[in-house]
């Protein structure tokens, strides 16, 4: 049998997150088993197994990109040769919400209560996500306000 190219792994981890994602929205963290993933995702068990240790793993899996999906938006609004002002930044990021990523979210931050893995993950995205949503009102401030990158940040 021919080995996986990294980017067919990569590939593959993906297709079994955005299935668990799927199944997590639908049947939340508790009732979602690997056997619905499997279903879901078209791939065999065994599959699944060769890339995630258990639902746990996937769990973390599926938050981290969930979460990083939305740190990779407020990143590009940062990097943008015109940032967005602070209401069109939060009214950007309202609009891209996805129901039911927005449900396993709500649900992710609830088992950060109890999963220490989880809570890392959410803790670590969240404070990405504050630091990037800071760099964008201050590239705002500093290339449409036409403010000095050091008053940008202080006011």
């Known amino acids: 049998m021919p080995r996986l190219t990294d980017a067919r792994k990569e590939l ?3 297709q079994i997150t955005e299935a668990a994602v799927g199944c997590f929205s639908r049947n939340g ?3 979602t088993s690997i056997a619905g993933i499997t279903a879901e995702s078209g791939l065999s068990t065994g599959s699944i197994y060769a890339h995630y ?3 746990a793993d996937l769990v973390r899996a ?3 990109a969930l979460l990083a999906k939305r740190a990779e938006a407020l990143g590009e609004y940062a990097a943008s040769d015109s940032p967005p002002d602070p209401d069109e930044l939060l009214a950007r990021l309202i609009a891209t919400i996805d129901p039911a990523e927005a449900l396993v979210g709500v649900r992710t931050w609830g088992e950060a209560t109890t999963d ?3 809570r890392g993950i959410v803790v670590d995205t969240v ?3 504050r630091a990037m949503a ?3 009102v201050t590239a705002h401030l500093a290339k449409v306000e036409d403010l000095a ?3 940008a940040t202080t006011g």
């Open 134 to 136: 800071l760099d964008c």
């Open 53 to 55: 240790r258990g639902k």
């Open 116 to 118: 220490p893995a989880i």
């Open 62 to 64: 599926s938050a981290h």
């Open 149 to 151: 990158p050091a008053r």
């Open 12 to 14: 593959r981890r993906t």
């Open 127 to 129: 404070d990405r996500m």
């Open 29 to 31: 963290l508790e009732r």
